[in-house]
């Protein structure tokens, strides 16, 4: 079952039924269809690689009394604010946090906390709908928005995010990796690039790992799960949770991590939560192809996209891909996602890795011409 | 504070200030600014009369530390569901329900308990969004529409419904009536009337208002309220709730008490809401001034609105109001207010009565005229 927005990649060729749908993360009909496929085909498994599916997924297992992620399990890694809930009694360093079910909680929590702070869905994805509020203008630009559906608010944490990616299987790492986003997630809107590289093994690779492995520990999984769990490391060299998600991280974090080792995150994840006996150290090498691997993503921008490089002027590249559209018609990036192009490229050091990735994004701005409109 | 719809009413007039907000229902900015007022005029009161409002003002007075209802009980009189909890635990007899937080919930709903069921928003007003599901087509429409957001599901009860309507001091009555509705609410899209009148004292007058009593007792109350109450009446003779709320009753409920007993209902409310020292038994008549009064809304429908009679051929009209738009453009009825024009008008028996209005309706939908589109 896939969302009509996939109905061009000829997926019928590669699943033994195949069935679109239009409004995916709101379609009811889709449960409703599940359930009578289960009648003629008694799953075995029910699995969800999206963040908007995870709740749903474990939903229908427990509705069908099938293995896998429960939803105690999937609201813990969903709901923003019962994950800080049980990290904190678990006493794990997260931001100030609170729920934010009306306006009042959110104009109190500033009367407490003061600015910057940080508004979210309480289940959101991609920083979608996320709201840097630094004063009083942006607070009525967010209370004028958010209306009365559930959002989390917490105190802006300064300092370098970090994602940890990996599996999971309820006790210890099958697999995990440690890496830097090259610039902040809030502020996507503000820049024309995002991305990440793989850090180098050492103290504070081993470190972001040792925290996460607390954060895993601490909230629920009945199942083996792939994660994806981003961290802030502050100019005091504290480290504190920015949210954890039980799925493998999205943009070109699996591509990156295959650059790297050799092998599909994804895949192997799949293969973890499917086969019990399925003995991933035995099918993976942790020998690294590089000394850095990391993605960029190139944003997109309002407007007619006039032109694109087809190629870009670098010797380290390992992919790089467009992602138009046919009318060439773009809006500014909702979510961090909502690229127009992705790079995945080595480098040999932190210091040169970063000045081609400068140099990628100059040419790539450059070389690209929008029109207004 | 008011709604931008209501700038045109001159209110500025009335009030010492007055303010519009645009998106009344979801804009958070109103919560800032009732905060910031209440820095410069100490609020003794906050008075909400619109159902969803209900549980803004209650938040706001508990932010505030003023009197009046307070959001545990403002939420027992807003959440179908909480409601429900409440009085299935005290013996009172609801309907058969269930909160839906996802398709399963209400799959699993139908699979135990049949067709035909409701489907309402956990905290609508008006009839909004108001499903009656008998068969699997309208099951499907439901799922492809409600998403993802809280609903309660319930059994459909068979039978003609009762609106009890009056002021609650929290242990008692100050004031009370029952009414009978001309036609069931969960139908209304599907007629072009609605309307009710006043029952005779007698018998099932004192069952209905007993059950609303025991309904209230069991609700908590922290302060005087105005409630509306609206309850099924089997063809066993069984009472069954169908919903109460926490405020005075809307249509033309209040212009029909007023032309049966000679006072204001919402402004006896308010007054017994401000002042403790008030007592309304001194200020009202319990008399009644006919034996039947009652009320007519006629519906909108989609269309152009073309002609529409200025005077009725009835001698018991009390009141006919028009509610015209200037473009004349009009949709289906969304909510059960959704209407052109209203008649309170009275009756010396209840068979005399009903034949009025059949005949003020056919006389209306006769000489109305719409053009498509």
Redo the contacts between chains.
Sequence with gaps: MFSDERAGDYLSNQYKYVEYFT?W????????KA?ELHEKYNFKYIIATSESDI??AA??RE?LNIDGQNVESAIAFRNKVVMKDILLKAGIRVPKYKKVE???D???FVKENGYPIILKPINGAGAEETFLIQNENS??D???N???REFEVEEFIEGDVYHIDGIWDGNDFLFVVASKYINSLINFRDDSIIGSFILPEGNLSEQLIRYTKEVLIALPTNSTIGFHCELFLTPKKEIVLCEIASRVGGAKVVKMIESMYGFNLQEKTLHSQINKYFDIQKTIKNKRNYEIVGFLLLLSREGFLVDIPRKLPSKKIIEYNLNLKNNRQYNSPKRVIDSIASVVLYGDNEEEFLKEIKEIKNYFENMTLWKEG
Tied chains: 1, 2.
């Design positions: 409004n993360r709101h379609n009811g009909l889709i449960e409703k359930l709740e749903r939903q229908l509705y009306n306006p009042l959110l104009v109190g607070l009525e967010a209370l004028k958010t209306g009365f």
